[in-house]
């Protein structure tokens, strides 16, 4: 028969391998096991990136009796997790409580149920909640406090606002929240990036598309000679705040990047590798480098300004540039000849989606996909059957 151990037993066991572990983060040693310890409450830290909240609250609620949980971020690593307290009515093993996320970290409480439920509601790492799930109101010391739903009212209107596109330094000049903004800037930054992560790590940006998917971003190459306001026109348009511009000669070109929905390339000359320039173009998830630290790409809308044809960047590329052409499908290839030639938008809800106002087509003028061109005819005549070769199309990019 199977011998089970106390919840004081296991912690004598595992405390000095804490201490140990504490001193020598080198070396680390692994903590006794879990699976034949019996007790009625368990701390759970079950990593935020491979469960969403409500799968959480859903296999809390068929688990256990009663839990309280948080997110948190961890206070050095960053470490974005759900920091959990399970009750169970009678005892329950470690096999039973790993059985409900195997890649969480377990370990049975070790000390009273109030004070473990103030831990996993603690602020100074806090990104939402505390969420109660169960019977709490029948467990002594689990019962959230006044104080501690105030501030998960607080940590709702956050979230809430931060998915509307908010950032710190919106919160700082909101006369409302400008104090609390003041003493808990960690708390937003770790709670903007738990909406980005979530949001644009996980899915596509871009274009809906009528499958109702997001395929494709809206890409704009502009060029012209200097001195014709590219560059202004594009941040007047779009608005200063809104718009990301690389530092294209820098070792991180994404450097202070704050989640601004579109990118600006500017003076580009072929600074980036062709490889890493499709990447940055593409709608699927794309974490960006910057100093000491990464960003999730939440742009939607990217623009390109030169004082070069597209047809002269990437001079030396042996291979075709049909990836790139691909890329302005929704949105467009402009020459801004003088200073008064206006950018083919009526306003920026249109410039975001590629909604030109004067007539003219999206995409490179005169470019089909390779797919098209293959199937129009063996001849590689074109479409239109006026004749047209695979080379005359960087030619016509000077148009």
């Known amino acids: 028969m199977k011998s089970y151990i106390s919840a004081a037993a ?17 070396h680390t040693k692994r903590l006794p096991p879990v699976d034949n310890v019996r007790a009625t409450a368990w701390m759970l830290t079950i990593p ?15 688990g256990c009796y009663a839990a309280i949980f948080s997110e948190e971020a961890g206070s050095h690593t ?7 307290l399970a009750v169970y009515k009678s005892r329950a093993t470690g096999t039973q409580v790993r059985g409900m996320f195997s890649d969480a970290h377990v370990e049975p409480a070790k000390k009273v149920i109030d004070a473990c439920r103030q831990y996993v509601s603690k602020e100074r790492t806090h990104i939402s909640g505390p969420y109660s799930i169960g019977h709490c109101d029948d467990v002594p010391g689990m019962e959230i406090t006044p104080q501690e739903e105030r501030r998960k009212d607080i940590y709702d209107y956050l979230n809430t606002k931060i998915e509307d596109g908010w950032h710190y330094l919106d919160f700082v000049r909101d006369p409302e929240y400008r104090a609390w903004a003041l003493t808990h800037k960690q708390q937003i930054l770790d709670l903007t990036e738990a909406h980005e992560e979530e949001t644009f790590g996980n899915t596509d940006r871009g274009l809906l598309l009528p499958d109702g998917v997001h395929r494709a971003l809206s890409v704009d190459y502009i060029w012209g000679p200097t001195e014709v306001h590219k560059t202004g026109e594009v941040l007047d348009l779009y608005g200063r ?21 579109v990118l600006l390339l500017d003076d580009f000359r072929s600074d980036l590798r062709f490889n890493d320039l499709i990447t940055i173009l593409d ?10 630290s990464h960003a999730w790409a939440c742009w939607t809308k990217v623009v390109i300004s030169a004082n070069i044809p597209l047809s002269e960047q990437y001079p030396n590329l042996s291979e075709r540039k049909d990836p790139l052409l691909r890329r302005f499908e929704h949105g467009i290839v402009f020459e801004k000849a003088t200073p008064d030639v206006a950018l083919p938008y009526a306003s920026r809800e249109d410039a975001m989606k590629g909604v030109r106002n004067d007539g003219g087509v999206n995409g490179v003028p005169g470019f089909a996909p390779s797919w098209k061109r293959a199937a129009s005819s063996a001849s590689s005549t074109r479409m239109d ?6 080379d005359d199309f960087d030619r016509l990019l000077n148009r």
Do not use: M
């Open 283 to 292: 709608s699927y998830p794309y974490d960006t480098n910057i100093k000491g």
């Open 10 to 26: 296991w912690h004598a066991k595992a405390d000095p391998i804490k201490a140990y572990n504490i001193k020598n983060p080198e």
């Open 241 to 261: 705040k809104n718009v990301f511009k690389t530092k294209l000669s820098k070792p991180f070109p994404f450097d202070n990047y704050k989640g601004q929905e």
């Open 78 to 84: 960053g470490y974005r997790h759900y920091q959990t």
């Open 385 to 390: 059957g006026s004749g047209f070769t695979d």
């Open 48 to 62: 935020a990136s491979k469960h969403l909240i409500d799968e959480v609250k859903d296999t809390l609620e068929s």
